[in-house]
């Protein structure tokens, strides 16, 4: 099982946050990446927010998806995730 390391997906939040339009919206999202407990107040803020909840999801399954492959394909195995 690939198991995504914490830094992969932080990464991802803020990838998420930077590409969105200057506004209210991306300065929550990068501002609670900068509370602790990070991955909560992300979450928190979406859950604020929820007209980004299904655009967040879509980022995130794909971000992921080329983790998953990126591993797969250091272990020299050629795969491409649906």
């Given amino acids: 099982m690939i198991e995504v390391e914490s830094s992969d997906s932080f990464r991802v939040m803020e990838d998420f946050a930077a590409g969105l339009p200057d506004g209210e919206q991306k300065r929550t999202l990068q501002r609670a990446l900068t509370w602790k407990k990070p991955f909560s107040n992300f979450k928190q ?24 492959e ?3 394909a250091a272990e020299g195995i050629v795969a491409k995730l649906k």
């Fill in 45 to 68: 803020a979406l859950y604020e927010m929820p007209e980004l909840k299904q655009q967040w999801h879509a980022f995130h399954d794909e971000r992921i998806r080329k983790v998953a």
């Fill in 70 to 72: 990126a591993w797969l």
